[in-house]
């Protein structure tokens, strides 16, 4: 296939006309898809129904060590979820604190505290004329609008092919004593699909910060959702390089069920230093006097230990693999050689980052939603929603219907073409 900028005005016109007939009937079918966000379908969802008998009024609600479930206590979590949660990520079980559905809360709950409270005795956030964070970027507007919500100002790092850009990352961090955290999705990053190398999450480990209160947010959301049997990206485990590199109390790492068992009633969780998790429960004692140990113990019996999330993600896997494979199809096909757009071929997560020409995405979005597919808006994956070069789209292709998805796709690469050919004329 030639590249767009090497054809003639005659041919790019010529196709465009050829572009604008298709793209019209497609408005015709008034078309109502959603590609927003990466929801699991209802095939996924029904893969965690049996959650809900495992337990019931004649069930034995008594702990390995004496605990009722159904009462008040246990702040940190149930030890049978601690092992359990400890082994999807492949940490000890004593740096778990197991909480409530979602791993989001915990995340806002360290922001919130250290701009209330400070971190372990330093001064609180609040009080300081200036608090920064690092974000790697495309990355999670969830991160971002936690952060830009709190007033703390965001410092764009690009992502490369290994992760982070840690020169840049390395030399910040040491200079500037108001950089406090940098938010990080080390596995099959949303939205780019990558993982962070050895080398990169080692670099991390060994990072040292000017600001003593400096804490890298590791969201590791999808360390055990590989797409495929032969193709798994494996991630260094931070906290024991923290401990090696002589920074125990470097990293917070969260962690959570709810795209493996049922989202919004899943089990979070995070992993940090003994030190660390002390001064986390002194706080935390304030608000709860103890997560749902009901549902935790729901999920310790559903899915007994890490075999049981292996093979539970192999349904996943089998359900979300054919749609990634046709998204990537599609646009190997459709786009391939143009030289319009580039994109992740990831082998785990939710989602594709696709780069279109520059200051194009914003059109791109528009169109398709005037054609009935719905996309996450254009600069979403930046702080405060601006992506300079306006090229970025997050692809999500779980929540819709193989059928659907490949209608979505169909409109998608049509209208990027012509959003592209009316740049180059």
Known sequence: ???????????????????????????????????????????????????????????????????????????????????LLASMVGVKAENVLVAGNGSLPLMYDRLVQA???????????????KVKFLCPVPGYDRHFAMTEQLGIEMINVPILADGPDMDMIEE???????????????????????????EVVRRFAALQPKAKDFRIYWDNAYSIHHLYEDKQDNLLEILAECEKAGNPDLVYTFFSTSKVSLPGAGVAGMATSIKNLEAIKKQISLKTIGYDKLNQIRHVRFF???????SHMRKHA????????????????????????????????????????????????????????????????????????????????SYVSLADLQVAMGVFVVVTKLVSIERLL
């Open 1 to 83: 296939m030639s590249q767009y900028k090497d054809m003639g005005k005659e041919e790019l016109l010529e196709i465009k006309r050829n572009l604008e007939l298709q793209y019209k009937e497609m408005k015709c079918k008034k078309l109502s898809l959603d590609m927003t966000r990466g929801k699991p379908d209802l095939n996924q969802l029904n893969l965690g129904m049996g959650m809900l008998d495992v337990i019931n009024s004649t069930s034995d609600l008594i702990g390995e060590d004496g605990i009722d479930f159904r009462n008040y206590g246990i702040l940190d979590g149930i030890i049978e979820a601690k092992r």
């Open 115 to 129: 701009m209330l409270q400070g971190v372990r005795g330093h001064t609180p956030w609040c009080r300081l004329e």
């Open 172 to 198: 910040l961090v040491a200079a500037d004593e108001s950089i406090k955290g940098i938010w990080c999705t080390p596995q099959y990053a949303n939205p780019t699909g990558i993982t962070y190398t050895d």
């Open 304 to 310: 007994k230990d890490e075999d049981g999330f292996k």
């Open 318 to 397: 089998a359900i979300l693999r054919p749609k990634f494979d046709l998204v990537l199809e599609i646009l190997g096909r459709e786009l391939e050689g143009t030289g319009i757009a580039d994109y992740t071929r990831p082998n785990g997560g939710y989602f594709i980052s696709f780069d279109a020409m520059e200051n194009c995405a914003k059109e791109i979005i528009k169109k398709c939603q005037e054609a009935g597919v719905t996309l996450t808006a254009a600069g979403a994956t930046f702080p405060y929603g601006v992506d300079a070069q306006d090229r970025n789209i997050r692809i999500a292709p």
